[in-house]
């Protein structure tokens, strides 16, 4: 068996030629980027950015080329921009990642449900609606949030997917008690991995935990498109996205490249973190995607042996802002052990208690998400807000 190393997927390239046929793409330098996970390989290729959409058959040839070797389960090859010095450093993506990909899966046939929507974007094949959980910063429990809410709207009776879209800090994996690699459909699609009665996708699945993910923006877009429309997600209700933090490219790629029926902002009360609420706010709005509301985390503390509550960040600022900026509150979430303890075995609350106070939360918000996106409209899109 032949070792699966940098210089044999070096060597098996070298057998793709380059753009207009000259040369190949490893002795013109292409090559970049090679991540090699056990059966999963990862690598990019430099081209023109305006050629990027011209060039997705060669993306698609090295990716096979790979895919025959002895040993390779899967690959995910990206399209990036700027070529350095040396073939094998990280190189800056284009500024829109490609819009099909590969590998790790083909391209299925397209039902009625994957048809342009009425904003011109292509739905997901099977999935009829999409919504992003998002938060200004970190640290204010939006993964955990985001899973019992897909948790949520399983327990009301809805088929659910769960992405997991923060590429750099994969959360979904340890939150669902979830390990090992995606199965391949045909060598090709990436079949979800399944937890408590919902599908759900992560890079955490495809790289060892503690693997920094050392990726520029554009190809962390282009991972996340991949695993948008290279996954098996059908047939679903609604898939949920936990996003990263921020207002980066993660976010864009999802208002760009998909139909979101909705985005949901997680944020503490105090003021710090509504600051950068807000601004997650104004950027789904600046892109045209309905809010469905905010959630307050960590809103308030019952002391387990005096029964006494404690506004540890304050209370309320979540509630006054969405009142403010005339969008929907969809509720206040405890700052509670349980939902900790539960998280981090990979037992999240809603499925492992379903019954406790804490999850009936959950499913509350789960409800209004639901009845906001299956309504059609969306949620009330909040007021302009300016950002210097």
């Known amino acids: 068996m032949t070792a699966l190393d940098q210089n044999a997927i070096l060597e098996r390239l070298r057998s793709v030629e380059g753009p207009d046929g000259k040369g190949d793409i490893v002795s013109l330098g292409l090559v970049s980027d090679i991540l090699i996970n056990g059966a999963k390989v990862m690598f990019s290729i430099t081209v023109d950015a305006a050629r990027a959409n011209e060039l997705e058959p060669l993306r698609e040839k090295a990716a096979a080329a790979v895919r025959a070797m002895e040993g390779v389960e899967s690959t995910l090859v990206i399209l990036t921009a700027e070529r350095r010095g040396n073939s094998l450093e990280t190189r800056s993506p284009p500024p829109r990642p490609a819009p099909a990909a590969s590998s790790p899966a083909a391209h299925p046939p397209r039902p009625a449900a994957a048809r342009p929507s009425a904003s011109g974007k292509p739905g997901i094949p099977g999935v009829t609606a999409i919504i992003a959980v998002a938060s200004g910063k970190g640290g204010v429990g939006k993964s955990t949030t985001a899973v019992n809410i897909a948790l949520g709207l399983a327990a009301n009776g809805l088929k659910v997917g769960l992405l997991d879209a923060d590429i750099y800090g994969p959360s979904v994996p340890r939150l669902l008690g979830l390990s090992g690699r995606p199965e391949t459909i045909d060598g090709r699609t990436l079949k979800p991995m399944e937890a408590f009665g919902i599908k759900a996708m992560s890079m955490g699945f495809l790289v060892e935990e503690e693997t920094p993910m050392i990726w520029r923006g554009p190809m962390v877009m282009s991972a996340i498109t991949q695993m948008l429309r290279e996954v098996a997600w059908a047939p679903l209700d609604i898939l949920v996205v936990d996003m990263p933090p921020g207002t980066g490219d993660a976010q864009l790629t999802m208002a760009q490249q998909v139909p979101l029926a909705g985005a949901v902002i997680v944020s503490t009360p105090q003021d710090l973190a509504l600051i950068d609420a807000r601004k997650g706010l104004a950027m789904f709005r600046k892109v045209d995607v309905p809010l469905l509301g905010i959630v307050e985390n960590m809103s308030y503390f019952i002391a387990p ?25 969809l509720g206040e979430v405890p700052l509670e052990m349980v939902i900790r303890e539960t998280s981090d075995s990979g037992k999240p609350i809603t499925a492992s208690q379903p019954d406790s106070p804490h999850a009936r939360v959950y499913k509350e918000i789960a409800a209004k998400i639901w009845a906001a996106v299956s309504g059609g409209a969306g949620a009330r899109q909040a007021p302009s807000i300016v950002i210097e």
Not at 305 to 329: Q, W
């Open 305 to 329: 042996d005096t029964g006494a509550r404690y506004d540890i960040f304050g209370h309320g600022g979540a509630k006054r802002e969405a009142e403010r900026l005339d969008v929907p509150f």
